[in-house]
C-alpha cells in the first residue's frame, strides 16, 4: 500500500471515529473528501435553500486556504439535519 493511500485511510477512520464516538473533528483543505458522511457548511446550505433544523450540532470543523492569501474556517453539519427553507 502506498503512502498516499494508507494516510487517506487513516484519516478517515479517524474522521469515523470521531463520529461514531460524538466528538467533533477537524479537517483542513482538500481533506474535506476523506469524510465518510455528506456534510456541508451553513454558507454552502443557504446557497441551495437550505436551513439548518432546531437543535442541529457541528460534526466536525473545516480550514481552507483562501486564495488571496490567509485562511478560512467553518463548521460542518451532518446534511441531513438541513431542511428546506420557508418561503416568505
Not at 502506498?2 to 494516510?7: A, C, D, E, G, V
Amino acid at each position: 500500500m502506498n503512502q498516499k493511500l494508507k494516510k487517506r485511510l487513516q484519516k478517515t477512520i479517524e474522521i469515523s471515529q470521531c463520529l461514531l464516538e460524538g466528538k467533533v473533528f477537524c479537517v483542513s483543505d482538500s481533506e474535506i473528501d476523506y469524510v465518510p458522511v455528506p456534510v456541508m457548511t451553513r454558507t454552502a446550505a443557504k446557497k441551495r435553500g437550505l436551513v439548518l433544523k432546531r437543535g442541529a450540532k457541528p460534526v466536525g470543523s473545516w480550514g481552507w486556504q483562501i486564495p488571496t492569501g490567509g485562511r478560512a474556517n467553518g463548521d460542518l453539519y451532518l446534511s441531513e439535519r438541513f431542511k428546506k427553507a420557508k418561503e416568505q
